[in-house]
Nanobody, 128 residues
Framework: QLQLVESGGGLVQPGGSLRLSCVVS????????IGWFRQAPGKEREGVSC????????NYGGVALGRFTISRDNAKNTVYLQMNNLKPEDTAVYFC?????????????????????WGQGTQVTVSS
């Protein structure tokens, strides 16, 4: 059974940092590209970042450029999202997901379609 479990969310002040974790089971990080997404109340889910199944390629959505960094630890089957300089508009539920459509190991895409398996999400609240 393929599973993804996010953790690391919480309440942080504007300008602060958080590191989210996505632990996968039932497959390895070499099998699928992994993406991070977020959804704020009343808004559509949007792509944040992704890392290819080779681990060698990453992409970022506009909301993440210059502030967020995606990485992974194969030994721990974990993908991380380091978020710095957080803003109130970053408040959302953050999800990780596995892309079962992209077959090239050196590619990943920050888009919703093709991500078949999703975690339950972790809440990030940025507020003073």
């Amino acid at each position: 059974q393929l599973q993804l479990v996010e953790s690391g969310g919480g309440l942080v002040q504007p300008g602060g940092s958080l590191r989210l974790s996505c632990v996968v089971s039932g497959f390895t990080l070499d099998d699928y590209a992994i993406g991070w997404f977020r959804q704020a109340p009343g808004k559509e889910r949007e792509g944040v970042s992704c890392i290819s199944s080779s681990g060698g390629s990453t992409n970022y959505g506009g909301v993440a450029l210059g502030r967020f960094t995606i990485s992974r630890d194969n030994a721990k089957n974990t993908v991380y999202l380091q978020m710095n300089n957080l803003k109130p508009e970053d408040t959302a539920v953050y999800f990780c997901a596995a892309d079962t459509i992209t077959t090239r190991q050196d590619m990943c895409a920050v888009r919703l379609w093709g991500y078949e398996y999703w975690g339950q999400g972790t809440q990030v609240t940025v507020s003073s």
